[in-house]
């Protein structure tokens, strides 16, 4: 099988998926983006993604490029063409082509691109295995409530994890408070047994799996907080979990190094990661095709 | 003539100068560029470029793709090939195409992309005509000292600019300095006739014509101090200018719709102009051949 990808309007060989050097995503990161998971060949919470994407856009002034359910028929048919039951769409929108100039060019359209691959299969016993995260420095910029295209902070702070050994760097920020992590968010039970992960506002992004997990919590009469938390709280918590819609509940079972719990799964991550697949389960009406 | 432009080793019409969509640069803003002024067909202040380059490289942990020397040739190329007596080039330099992932991939081999353009020849007198800049709230990340295309801020404070019907935005910190401009460095000479530009760290890229123009005014025996300074200094000053490898010396006669001096350029901002077309001019040796 050959990778398809979708670059403005055309479906193209992976291998000859090409923008101009000029796109502005190429040149000032001016541009956005999802991640969406492929469960059972179903985008899973495809409104809460296309929402976000909404939301980003908007915020960065580019207009859709297409309405948001001709984008559902794309991803529905990037994952078909690439043959995926269990994978993940990444799509892209950026100002698009431009001769290179700061402010926003008077008439570009926005360009689109949407590739797709695999992944393994969710499954809840592999998912249970804990990863370490170290802490740093918080050092990205203002609105990371954006999900930006400008990733170079976080890249080089998860590259940071990776070095130490860790799956993730939870980022704190001037207060000694945790934001998030660089491509997830970060969870904790405090030693008093209280379920928190931070609020959200221009410090992190509006996770969807966190929303989603909020939101099964609820139902399941799980009780949460949303409030910053420090890094001591977390290195003495009872159990650490993060969400992202590659990793969906992950617990996390060493913070610098620091074991947390008994460095095994928590019992309300263990919980709360059942939740959040019977939450992917139920999409899409448990029909077997893209929503 | 029809433009050429230098993509990851050939030489290619520039409507079809194209990465790969999996480029770091496009997905991840994982890379680093300069733009460096063509002087009467002279390339201005090549060495401080390459050396400003190293040190961005450097900081991201990407290996120059070719010596500094080649990418001398190729800058000549491009140059030439474009038919450049007066423009610019630009050339960027990303970590290469590779499966996404934030940290960085084990084999990835570095992109480099270059075009150039013709602007209108420098002339003092054009260049005296001053220019309105507003300020903003510095929104940027804290390693702002590495000149990378993770510009997506810059791009936001600049259109902010742009809609305010100035041409550039200075940017202030948290304690209410200036730091730099959107894509230039700031200078004022106080309401007492000190010449003043903001120091360098990680709050601002260190410009190389701000570096020409001290060097130049130090020859001089002019005076200088790197130190930040407030917006209200800013606004009671005698004088401002910014410094880039586009604009020159370019005079500021309003500052958030206040006028500075007589609303026309300053006596010592003239004269750095004039300094600083000498200093063109003194390139190469006066020799009209690229460096």
């Given at each position: 099988?050959?990778?398809?990808?979708?670059?403005?309007?055309?479906?193209?060989?992976?291998?000859?998926?090409?923008?101009?050097?000029?796109?502005?995503?190429?040149?000032?990161?001016?541009?956005?983006?999802?991640?969406?998971?492929?469960?059972?060949?179903?985008?899973?919470?495809?409104?809460?993604?296309?929402?976000?994407?909404?939301?980003?856009?908007?915020?960065?002034?580019?207009?859709?490029?297409?309405?948001?359910?001709?984008?559902?028929?794309?991803?529905?048919?990037?994952?078909?063409?690439?043959?995926?039951?269990?994978?993940?769409?990444?799509?892209?929108?950026?100002?698009?082509?431009?001769?290179?100039?700061?402010?926003?060019?008077?008439?570009?359209?926005?360009?689109?691109?949407?590739?797709?691959?695999?992944?393994?299969?969710?499954?809840?016993e592999t998912n249970s295995q804990g990863i370490?995260?170290?802490?740093?420095?918080?050092?990205?910029?203002?609105?990371?409530?954006?999900?930006?295209?400008?990733?170079?902070?976080?890249?080089?702070?998860?590259?940071?994890?990776?070095?130490?050994?860790?799956?993730?760097?939870?980022?704190?920020?001037?207060?000694?408070?945790?934001?998030?992590?660089?491509?997830?968010?970060?969870?904790?039970?405090?030693?008093?047994?209280?379920?928190?992960?931070?609020?959200?506002?221009?410090?992190?992004?509006?996770?969807?799996?966190?929303?989603?997990?909020?939101?099964?919590?609820?139902?399941?009469?799980?009780?949460?907080?949303?409030?910053?938390?420090?890094?001591?709280?977390?290195?003495?918590?009872?159990?650490?979990?993060?969400?992202?819609?590659?990793?969906?509940?992950?617990p996390?079972?060493?913070?610098?190094?620091?074991?947390?719990?008994?460095?095994?799964i928590?019992?309300?991550?263990?919980?709360?990661?059942?939740?959040?697949?019977?939450?992917?389960?139920?999409?899409?009406?448990?029909?077997?095709?893209?929503?």
């Amino acid at each position: 099988l050959s990778r398809i990808a979708y670059v403005n309007g055309r479906y193209v060989p992976h291998a000859e998926a090409a923008v101009h050097v000029e796109d502005r995503g190429y040149q000032f990161a001016d541009g956005v983006y999802e991640v969406i998971a492929v469960h059972r060949s179903v985008l899973v919470d495809e409104k809460g993604h296309m929402d976000r994407l909404d939301w980003s856009l908007g915020e960065l002034d580019i207009a859709w490029p297409m309405t948001p359910r001709a984008m559902g028929t794309v991803m529905g048919e990037v994952v078909r063409r690439n043959r995926i039951r269990d994978g993940i769409v990444y799509l892209q929108v950026t100002r698009g082509v431009a001769p290179r100039n700061h402010e926003f060019p008077a008439n570009a359209e926005a360009a689109v691109v949407m590739t797709a691959r695999r992944i393994r299969p969710f499954n809840v016993e592999t998912n249970s295995q804990g990863i370490d995260v170290i802490t740093v420095d918080d050092i990205r910029w203002k609105r990371c409530d954006i999900k930006t295209i400008s990733l170079l902070p976080n890249v080089l702070m998860k590259e940071q994890a990776a070095r130490a050994g860790a799956y993730e760097a939870w980022m704190v920020d001037g207060e000694g408070q945790v934001t998030e992590g660089t491509s997830t968010n970060a969870w904790i039970v405090t030693k008093d047994g209280d379920l928190v992960t931070r609020q959200t506002d221009n410090k992190i992004l509006s996770g969807i799996t966190r929303a989603a997990v909020m939101e099964a919590a609820q139902s399941a009469g799980i009780e949460f907080t949303e409030r910053s938390f420090t890094v001591d709280e977390a290195k003495t918590a009872r159990e650490a979990f993060l969400t992202s819609t590659t990793l969906f509940v992950k617990p996390v079972v060493r913070v610098d190094g620091e074991a947390i719990g008994n460095g095994h799964i928590g019992t309300l991550t263990a919980r709360l990661l059942d939740l959040y697949s019977a939450h992917m389960d139920g999409q899409g009406s448990g029909k077997d095709s893209a929503a």
